[in-house]
């Protein structure tokens, strides 16, 4: 039997089952993110009482020192956050990437250590190790007779979000710089460049994309983070002022609404002035980390001091989780550099008070994941594999949702689906599933993108070649697209799990019960009073543990599926 060869534009013109796709994707992301954030939107720019469109929301919010404070104290701690992350990563990313150091791949791999616990869980373990009354100033002050405010203030929040998100600079400076011709540094060597200033004139400014993404996800999440400033009890900063107003004022305030929208607008100025730095600049090679030069050694005094650095960075960014360990098994730590006695009481009382936190979570976090790289393996087809009308929109769509703060969307779920009842009268805003789509929408960018590169490494040619064998479209898909983006599905879903396992933004505006609450709820809970700091610790140790096993899980079973590819090729 013969089979007709298909061309591209028969493989890519629209069929039914595309467009019942697009349509129920759009449907998707219309209904729980592009509604609530436009809901959030109008609400900023409506007066109360008469509904007429109005500036003087915005009159009024610059015209309260309170909120004019809370802006510019975000703005100034997140350029902080990045200037210190950058300090953190830096040392580490050249360290690792231009000369011959041992333990390398551990040090990378300790660096993303921090983004798998909630940054507002190290705050706690902070306070207790570079607090006034910590663990480094008691003994600053018993060896110097000094203290230094580490934890006072926006500083505390600065120290705590320098030290969370500083990977996010480390990875994207570090792919930078393992991506650069080393041949352009050898020219610039024989034209007299060398030391600092061969990395100031070449390799920097060669690397500066990755720089300037990893930094304004930095400057992103540092500004719109809302339980590390609540718990250090900083409360003058936009996100925490959008969350008390909207919970001790109400929904019907408008001020809550206007500082989301400036959230959104900054979050969009950032990404955007990262964009326009970069544009008209030419930071392309002629062949990606080959060519020219080796990785140098470094010699014996270099060497010294190049482990110190890298020792003494990684102490830093690891105290938090070394706090948290230590707080878990303390009775107690107050006043001393290390707890007066330790315990397993609090592990036990975690497991049996919170067992139902650790249960939501799994639940939670999977049914969003599994949303994530359903929807997002199904945008990346239509946009990679189909030349359907919309394709391009749901992509943007999807991927706005990077600039919508957790606080934000979850105001926006609170305005648009409250007034939304079942037929018992309970508020649909209430339900536990709006977590999980809240979650769902936070982290499908993420997924996204997970599930775009894993489709853009297939080649087409195994489409064409399953279909002119008579396989239909769904067969191919099933039999040949789905096993070979299995890799990278499997890294959207665990990017997305291990994400949304610690989101509390989103989270602590829509938990009604405590029965619904999540591990960053119980967590947030815990935290609050210093008896239940303990358990906290626990309880947050335990997430720790969760998110690591998950991510180590995952990369495990990609390496034996890329292993297994290898042998069938």
């Known amino acids: 039997m013969a089979y007709a060869l298909s061309s591209p534009s028969q493989r890519l013109s629209s069929r039914p089952g595309q467009m019942a796709a697009v349509l129920l994707i759009a449907l998707f992301l219309g209904v729980f993110l592009i509604v609530p954030a436009g809901t959030v939107i109008h609400t900023a720019f409506t007066e109360k009482g008469t509904g007429t469109f109005t500036f003087v929301n915005f009159f009024d919010f610059f015209g309260t020192d309170l909120f ?88 505390g929040v600065i120290f705590v979000q320098s030290l969370h998100y500083f990977p996010f600079i480390l990875i994207n400076l570090s792919t930078s710089l393992r991506n650069i011709d080393r041949a ?50 900083v409360k003058d900063m936009l996100a925490p002022q959008a969350y008390l107003r909207v919970t001790s004022v109400g929904l019907t305030d408008p001020m809550g609404y206007v500082i989301s929208v400036i959230l959104i607008a900054v979050s969009i100025f950032a990404m955007w002035v990262s964009a326009i730095a970069m544009r008209g600049k030419d930071y392309s090679t002629v062949q990606r980390g080959g060519g020219g030069l080796s990785r140098r050694q470094l ?57 139902l936190y650790i249960k939501n979570t799994l639940i939670y976090a999977s049914l969003a994941g599994l949303i994530d790289v359903v929807v997002g393996g199904a945008i990346a087809y239509l946009v990679l594999r189909t030349r359907i009308v919309g394709r391009r929109w749901l992509d943007w769509a999807a991927t706005s949702a990077l600039a919508i703060p957790g606080v934000v969307l979850g105001i926006g779920y609170l305005r648009t689906f409250y007034g939304v009842t079942l037929p018992d009268g309970t508020p649909l805003a209430t339900l536990w599933v709006m977590v999980v789509v809240a979650l769902a929408i936070r982290r499908l960018p993420y997924a996204l993108r997970a599930c775009y590169a894993a489709l853009q490494q297939i080649s087409e040619s195994l489409e064409e070649a399953a279909e ?53 709820y119980g967590l947030y809970v815990f935290m609050q009073s210093p008896a239940g700091r303990g358990p906290g610790a626990a309880l947050g140790v335990i997430a720790v543990v969760m998110v690591a096993l998950c991510t180590l899980l995952s990369h495990y079973v990609i390496e034996r599926r890329q292993k297994a590819n290898g042998m069938a090729k």
Request: proline share 6%; net charge neutral; no cysteine.
């Open 468 to 520: 002119n064998l008579g396989a239909t479209k769904l067969r191919t898909v099933r039999r040949i697209v789905l096993p070979l983006m299995m890799g990278g599905l499997l890294a959207g879903f665990v990017t997305s799990f291990s994400t949304a396992a610690v989101e509390l933004s989103a989270t602590l505006m829509l938990i009604q019960s405590n029965s619904d609450a999540p591990i960053a």
């Open 184 to 233: 352009m540094e050898e020219a610039a060597q024989n034209l007299g460049a060398s030391g600092f200033r061969l990395f100031r004139r070449i390799v920097f400014p060669l690397a500066m994309p990755g720089y300037l993404a990893g930094a304004s996800l930095v400057f992103v999440k540092v500004f719109d983070d809302l339980a590390t400033p609540l718990l250090l009890n």
């Open 68 to 155: 004019v404070r809370s802006f510019w104290n975000s703005v100034y701690v997140s350029g902080m956050s990045v200037v210190w992350a950058t300090v953190l990563a830096l040392p580490l990313a050249v360290i690792t990437t231009r000369f011959e150091f041992r333990g390398a791949i551990v040090i990378q791999t300790l660096g993303f250590v921090p983004l798998i616990m909630p940054p507002f869980v190290g705050a706690v373990a902070m306070q207790l190790l570079f607090g006034r009354n910590g663990t480094v100033n008691l003994l600053f002050n018993d060896w110097f007779g000094f203290k230094l405010p580490f934890m006072d203030g926006v500083n």
């Open 299 to 355: 010699g014996p005094g270099e060497s010294v001091v190049a482990y110190g650095v890298v020792l003494l960075i990684l102490l830093l960014v690891l105290s938090p989780h070394i706090g948290l360990l230590l707080l878990s098994f303390a009775t107690v730590w107050s006043f001393s550099p290390l707890p007066d006695a330790f315990t397993v009481a609090h592990y036990g009382r975690v497991f049996g008070e919170s067992s």
